[in-house]
Every structure is written in structure tokens, then in C-alpha cells.
């Protein structure tokens, strides 16, 4: 897998995962094309602005572009914030086969080697199975008494209540000293 910045050949697919309802079950619903347009816009600028982002992934075998692993800097306020957050957004035909754990450790070590970040978090919908595997897999830590409301979920709506998981520099080079 290929890890690389936005290019305007990833509009078609990008929107089309972002239309996806399987994809975006666990937000508060698909993004149209402008709302795609934007997203990819805000990424690059997030890498103009930070240094960082969210990369736009694709297999080497076929150069077919299947989503995005990267970083971002939330914004909105918690407990936990500021902070550096680590995301993952993949076509539905590739779940399962290992891709986003992948993605995700390449990152992480990104962060704390060349970007020398102290800490990662990563936070979903308590519902999204999916991703708090990933998180697991990947080494993130979850405290159950850090479960917040996401303020930028209405009250009431099923997908408010999220998780949180951290994974801090020391953890990720003990656990990974051969990267």
C-alpha cells in the first residue's frame, strides 16, 4: 500500500466511499461530492498548515486509490484536546484484509519517530466495532472512564457516545522495536 498526498484523480473514487451507507454507517451520514471536495481540500491544507495529514492510500499492485490513513487535529473542545488524532477511511471491498492496521502502524511510526509526537488518540462511535479492532491491533489503549459525548453529535442521536484510545511514544517504540 502506498500512503501519498491528494491528487484530483482520487475525487471519483473518494466520493463514492464517502456515498457508500456501509462506509459511513458509523458517521452522521454520506458526504456528497462537495462535501467530498472539501474534505480533500481541508486534508491538503491540514498538510500545508501542520506538516501532517490524512493520506490518500492506494494498493501498489493496481495504483486503485481505496480511501485515506493519516492525522488530524480535531476541532472541538474535550477533555482530551488539543491532541493529534489518527483516522482511517477505507472502501468497503477492502475491510478485513489487513489494510487500515497497516496504514495505521506506518503512520504511527511517522509520528513518533520523524514527527516526534508524544501521543496519538483515536475515537469512534461506541457502535464502530470495526475501528475500535483496528485500534487494538494497532496498540491503542482504552480507558473506559475517557468514553465521551462527541459534542459535534446531537443529543440523543445513537452515534454520540464515543470511545477513546491512546497510544503514547514509549508504548509504540517498546512494542515495535524492530521498525
Not at 456528497?32 to 499492485?61: N, S
Amino acid at each position: 500500500m502506498v500512503l501519498r498526498r491528494w491528487t484530483a484523480a482520487d475525487l471519483a473514487p473518494f466520493a463514492a466511499l464517502n456515498a457508500d451507507p456501509v462506509v459511513m454507517e458509523f458517521f452522521p451520514a454520506p458526504l456528497t461530492l462537495d462535501q467530498t471536495k472539501l474534505f480533500i481540500a481541508g486534508a491538503e491544507a491540514h498538510f500545508e498548515r501542520e506538516g501532517f495529514g490524512l493520506w490518500a492510500t492506494e494498493l501498489i499492485e493496481t495504483g486503485e486509490m481505496i480511501g485515506f490513513v493519516g492525522f488530524s487535529i480535531p476541532r472541538f473542545e474535550a477533555a482530551f484536546t488539543p491532541c493529534v488524532e489518527i483516522g482511517w477511511r477505507l472502501a468497503h471491498k477492502f475491510w478485513g484484509q489487513g489494510y487500515a492496521p497497516e496504514g495505521a502502524l506506518e503512520v504511527l511510526n511517522q509520528a513518533f519517530t520523524r514527527l516526534d509526537l508524544d501521543e496519538i488518540v483515536s475515537f469512534t462511535s461506541i457502535l464502530n466495532l470495526n475501528s475500535m479492532r483496528v485500534m487494538d491491533k494497532i496498540g491503542m489503549k482504552r480507558d473506559v472512564a475517557e468514553d465521551f459525548e462527541h459534542p459535534r453529535v446531537d443529543e440523543g442521536h445513537r452515534l454520540r457516545r464515543h470511545v477513546l484510545y491512546r497510544l503514547n511514544k514509549s508504548q509504540f517504540l517498546a512494542a515495535n522495536e524492530k521498525v
